[in-house]
Every structure is written in structure tokens, then in C-alpha cells.
């Protein structure tokens, strides 16, 4: 149990375009998902705590109105990167708390690439 | 001062080693403890999970927390090839509070 997924696992898209990820609980209710950001040989860095229901609370230096979050389910997180450019490159992951296992659950991943 | 504290590594050991990985923390308030594995380009996956101080076992690996020394550990016994991967040593205030993650130390164990 406590599964997450996530879509996709990789894209590359053209700088200024716009990318949607999505995460998913598919076996428990996530009232509270989060999403992170990892660039190469460094640690996860939280970017945002997204609500069900609710809007996002965003870490501080994190641009909200690049990284547009919407919770609109219980099971259904999704990051959009608007407007992305090459800096924007990472790998994105997300993690819900199932309340089943102790600790969170972590999505496989996106690795994005702006070019 | 950061938060959290982990030695990036990377750590090279011979199969049938004993492996041993921590994290120094700052903030008191911390009272969860977890061991995270990651294998490159995948998401972390749950090794540990630790509430307070103590030990706790599950097979192959031991994870310690003393909260006097604000200092964890996650031991790894009979070490396997298998097990190369970077460990993120990660911490929170509440259950369901955000994480505070470690650089992550990378483990490669030779054959």
C-alpha cells in the first residue's frame, strides 16, 4: 500500500512553454502532498505544501506564480512550470503522508529539461 | 549553520561490510527521524522511520537517534551491492509536518 505516481517521468519542452506534473495517491487519500526540487548531486529542497482545497504555501525564494500548484482532489496534486526556461531544468518530485506507513511516500520523479 | 548535516561522501565499501551513515541536526524540536534510500534518477524510497530517541531494527539495518547529540545513524549490516544507492537522512517537527532533508551520502558497495 501507500503508492504514489507520478507523470511524467521525464519531458523536455522549449523554453517558454508551459509543463504540468502530476501526482497521484492511488491507494490512500492525501490531504497534504508536497513537491520538491533536486538538482544534480544536492539535496531535495522543499518548494511548496500543497492543500486539498486550499491554495499552496509556497518555501520562501519560490516563485508562486511560476510554479502554479493545484490540489483539486484527495488523490490529484499538479505542478505547472509556466514560462519554463533552461534554469528551470531539474528533477521534480512529489511525497504525500498516507497515515498508513510512518513517513511519507515519494513519486518516482519528473526530470525536466527546458531547452 | 544548516539545519541538517550529512556528508556527501561518496563512501566505497567491500560486499560484507558494515556501513555506517549519519546526519548532525541543530534544531531541538525535532522528533522525527527517517532514512531515506535513493536510487539515481528515482524518488526516495523509505528505509527507517524513527520517533524521538532509540533504536530501532529491521533487518539489515539499524537506525540510532540520540537526541542529547542531535546526531543520527543508520547502520547497514552485510552490505550488498544492491544497497548502492545515496541514503538522505531527513527529519521533522510533527508527524505530518514538512521534512528537512540531508545532502544524502552516496554508497557504493563493490563486488
Known amino acids: 500500500g501507500a503508492v504514489v505516481s507520478q507523470h511524467p517521468s521525464w519531458v523536455i519542452c522549449k523554453s517558454g512553454t508551459s509543463v504540468k506534473i502530476e501526482c497521484r495517491s492511488l491507494?490512500?487519500?492525501?490531504?497534504?502532498m508536497f513537491w520538491y526540487r533536486q538538482f544534480p548531486k544536492q539535496s531535495l529542497m522543499l518548494m511548496a505544501t500543497s492543500n486539498e482545497g486550499s491554495k499552496a504555501t509556497y518555501e520562501q525564494g519560490v516563485e508562486k506564480d511560476k510554479f502554479l500548484i493545484n490540489h483539486a482532489s484527495l488523490t490529484l496534486s499538479t505542478l505547472t512550470v509556466t514560462s519554463a526556461h533552461p534554469e528551470d531544468s531539474s528533477f521534480y518530485i512529489c511525497?504525500?503522508?498516507?497515515?498508513?506507513?510512518?513517513?511519507?511516500?515519494f513519486g518516482s520523479g519528473t526530470r525536466l529539461t527546458v531547452v | 549553520q544548516k539545519e541538517v548535516e550529512q556528508d556527501p561522501g561518496p563512501l566505497s565499501v567491500p560486499e560484507g561490510a558494515i556501513v555506517s551513515l549519519n546526519c548532525t541536526y541543530s534544531n531541538s524540536a525535532f522528533q522525527y527521524f527517517m532514512w531515506y534510500r535513493q536510487y539515481s534518477r528515482k524518488g526516495p524510497e523509505l528505509l527507517m522511520y524513527?520517533?524521538?530517541?532509540g533504536n530501532k531494527e529491521d533487518g539489515r539495518f539499524t537506525a540510532q537517534v540520540d537526541k542529547s547529540s542531535k546526531y543520527i545513524s543508520l547502520f547497514i549490516r552485510d552490505s550488498q551491492p544492491s544497497d548502492s544507492a545515496t541514503y538522505l537522512c531527513?527529519?521533522?517537527?510533527?508527524?505530518?509536518?514538512?521534512?528537512?532533508f540531508g545532502k544524502g551520502t552516496k554508497l557504493t558497495v563493490n563486488p
Open positions: 491507494d490512500f487519500q492525501a490531504t497534504t
Open positions: 524513527t520517533y524521538s530517541s
Open positions: 531527513a527529519m521533522s517537527v510533527g508527524g505530518s509536518e514538512k521534512l528537512v
Open positions: 511525497s504525500a503522508d498516507s497515515l498508513i506507513n510512518y513517513g511519507y511516500t
